[in-house]
């Protein structure tokens, strides 16, 4: 018997058990599918296959955390579901069925419910999954090989461990919440409404222009400030940024439901036409009443919108930008002692391939082409003037940049190369020599953002002092091609600013680092293997006539550079979707589940409305103007602040490489808008039919 009811009740409520259902089912299916990656790993190549198995073990720990999310969610839209229907479980009682009885029909309501969605979900979920397949190896730039549809027992398994907690968590509050409830309360729970608390208009007043005065100093600080990236001297001032939008935001929110109805009552005709009267003071009442949820619903739509934009921005920037990050096959680099401690300071550069040969490890059979290029220190070289990014932005007249301006810029000294080092670069790198003369120099770098402030004080004649010469710039602007990169980093820029410089102005001076770049001859696999073995061997010093005057720092392939560059990306660009894609679907099922629970409560008072005469489309069009405007408002404050943060994320990428928001911006917002759409309709549907339905009543 219970079985049947409970079938028949399911098949009654199917509207609303709608937004439930829906979630649910995209959750097990954003579970299951981001979490077969680890299966996808036969259908790519041996590198894919590590970064995706990297990929995967991360992806298990971030759908726990979730499962958490969309587990509260979950329990908050049961809790609805239990709401509406609590005069109808106060009937069951009345009739003679025990409190124990009725717990054992809702049990098994959501049961069927829950599977149902569960199913679908995993449906969705294998049809999403093959497609992810091709999605990561895009992602990777990778091919697919020997494709086939897969079931992943283990994402299953997973899956159902995740909804069978989110279901026994869901159940426990359910139960807890009508062993609370006494039976008066359950039989007129329906005639209870929510209490409208309107606030004056002075205060309402002060208290919105204090939550936007909040929100636009957030703005001009993280405008100014930038993100914290330069140290933790900087963390305080990002602390003061970011409690001034969140303390702005749900001020916001607490006060913009009277001052909206109290500027509304100021223009009287459009105030009192039609229906917009009603609509206004429903609106009013609704902001009013769950004003700090909708504050956290918006500082999450502005997290979800922001990690996922700038994560995609900065994976395509990197994938974009891997190539001209690792230009060399392979790269060594030296680390020389200053001499002030027990290693004798370095007379010249140490001839790397040389001594890595003495070690054991000969690097001429693997190599076709190679540079050997030093760096100096301004302090290493006498009768040298100060080169610090102050002493260019003092002639270039530019304001510094965003993520130097809690540095000391005094201090951000730049190195020096010699003329013949540089056109060796160069020369591996394809290109023709430079000819400094006698008193000329260049200036290479790799930082977009430094190179506009080193290139406006070029033109302006911007000179330097040398082992005590003068030297004027041979070009207005800074190089910035390949031969701006000395060693390979596929992540980040490498070169704030070097100075190249007549050959014999660095003539036995100390270097501070020396690269050796090498192209290779014949088989990469090999003579990647070979580098590799030299890292995992630790050299150690090198050696200038018995004085240990470098260490052997840094080792890197092209390959790797580009794997760890591909891992990366991968990580950051699932993590992102994942991330974003679940918080969401929380956020947009959270406010369906409470303009739904506003629609039932505000069922008496659109019946009223129909009573006297209110045409049904009237009452409708009231409806969708106030779910809109419900589903609107957070997200209109969510884009403004993510628009602010984004402008900060562009300077600090913009270190990395140029960053170009705009396609991926787009592919987001078509995104978020699928998922946000189809939730505003569902609740509008649904909406719509249960005033409709009360019409009806007041009609018959």
């Avoid at 049990?107 to 497609?131: P, R």
């Avoid at 900065?314 to 002692?337: H, K, R, V």
């Avoid at 041979?474 to 070097?498: C, H």
């Avoid at 008496?604 to 049904?616: A, F, K, N, T, V």
Wanted: charged letters at 15%.
């Amino acid at each position: 018997m219970f079985f049947k009811l409970a079938l028949g009740n399911v098949r009654k409520s199917v509207r609303d058990y709608a937004v439930y259902f829906v979630t649910l089912a995209l959750g097990v299916a954003v579970f299951y599918a981001f979490n077969t990656i680890s299966g996808q790993a036969d259908f790519l190549s041996t590198n894919a296959s590590e970064i995706v198995g990297t990929i995967s073990s991360i992806m298990t720990g971030t759908t726990v955390f979730l499962a958490f999310v969309l587990g509260f969610l979950m329990v908050y839209a049961n809790n609805y579901l239990v709401k509406r229907r609590k005069r109808e479980l106060g009937l069951y009682q009345v009739l003679g069925m025990t409190r124990g009885q009725v717990s054992s029909v809702l049990v098994l309501e959501t049961l069927m419910a829950s599977l149902l969605a569960f199913v679908a979900g995993i449906a969705i979920g294998l049809i999403f999954s093959q497609l992810l397949v091709f999605v990561t190896a895009n992602f990777l730039h990778d091919r697919v090989h020997d494709f086939a549809f897969r079931v992943s027992p283990e994402a299953m398994g997973l899956t159902l461990l995740c909804f069978g907690i989110i279901f026994l968590v869901m159940l426990a509050f359910n139960l807890r919440t009508l062993r609370k409830v006494r039976l008066v309360d359950l039989m007129g729970a329906e005639r209870r409404n929510e209490s409208v608390r309107l606030r004056n208009l002075p205060l309402n007043v002060a208290l919105f222009v204090a939550g936007v005065g909040l929100i636009v100093g957030a703005y001009v600080r993280l405008d100014h400030d930038g993100l914290p990236v330069g140290g933790p001297a900087t963390l305080p001032a990002f602390g003061v940024t970011t409690l001034m939008v969140i303390a702005g935001t749900f001020l916001f929110f607490y006060s913009v439901s009277g001052f909206m109805l109290r500027v509304a009552q100021r223009f009287h005709g459009a105030y009192y036409h039609g229906l917009n009267m009603f609509t206004v003071r429903q609106l009013a009442a609704k902001i009013n009443t769950v004003s700090i949820s909708t504050g956290l619903i918006s500082l999450i739509l502005f997290f979800a919108i922001t990690s996922v934009t700038s994560g995609l921005s900065i994976c395509a920037m990197l994938n974009q930008n891997s190539d001209a990050g690792a230009p060399y096959d392979a790269t060594f680099t030296a680390i020389y002692e200053r001499g002030d401690g027990a290693g004798a300071a370095a007379t010249h550069p140490a001839d790397i391939a040389a001594q890595l040969k003495d070690k054991g490890y000969d690097l001429g059979p693997i190599t076709r082409g190679s540079f050997l290029a030093s760096s100096y220190e301004v302090s290493s070289v006498p009768g040298t003037s100060s080169m610090s990014l102050g002493d260019f932005l003092a002639v270039s007249g530019d304001e510094v940049p965003s993520v130097y301006r809690n540095r000391d810029v005094a201090t951000f000294g730049l190195f020096m190369m010699s003329e013949s080092d540089y056109n060796a670069v160069r020369a591996l790198d394809g290109l023709g020599p430079v000819s400094l003369g006698s008193d000329g120099y260049v200036l290479t770098t790799d930082t977009t953002d430094l190179a506009k402030v080193y290139s406006d004080a070029l033109a302006k004649g911007k000179t330097v002092v040398v082992n005590g010469r003068t030297l004027h710039p041979l070009q207005t602007e800074a190089i910035s091609d390949a031969s701006a990169r000395f060693e390979n980093s596929a992540t980040a820029a490498t070169n704030p600013g070097t100075v190249v410089v007549p050959d014999e102005l660095l003539a036995g001076c100390t270097p501070y680092s020396t690269c050796l770049g090498i192209s290779y001859a014949g088989d990469t696999d090999a003579a990647d293997d070979l580098v590799r073995r030299i890292s995992r061997a630790r050299v150690g010093d090198l050696t200038e006539n018995g004085a240990g005057v470098a260490f052997l720092a840094i080792s890197s392939t092209r390959t790797d550079e580009l794997a760890a560059s591909l891992g990366m990306t991968g990580v950051v660009s699932y993590l992102s979707i994942y991330i974003g894609f679940v918080l969401v679907i929380s956020c947009a099922a959270i406010l369906a589940i409470q303009q739904l629970s506003e629609a039932s409560d505000s069922a008496q008072r659109y019946r009223l409305l129909s009573e006297i005469g209110c045409p049904r489309s009237l009452s409708n069009r009231s409806l969708l103007v106030q779910t809109l405007v419900y589903f609107l408002a957070p997200l209109a404050v969510a884009v403004a602040h993510s628009l602010c943060a984004m402008r900060s994320v562009i300077t600090v990428v913009r270190l990395f490489g140029a960053l170009d928001i705009t396609g991926v911006a787009a592919t987001t917002a078509g995104m978020f808008l699928v998922v946000y759409g189809a939730y505003f309709l569902v609740t509008y549907s649904v909406a719509k039919g249960l005033v409709n339905a009360h019409t009806v009543e007041a009609r018959s």
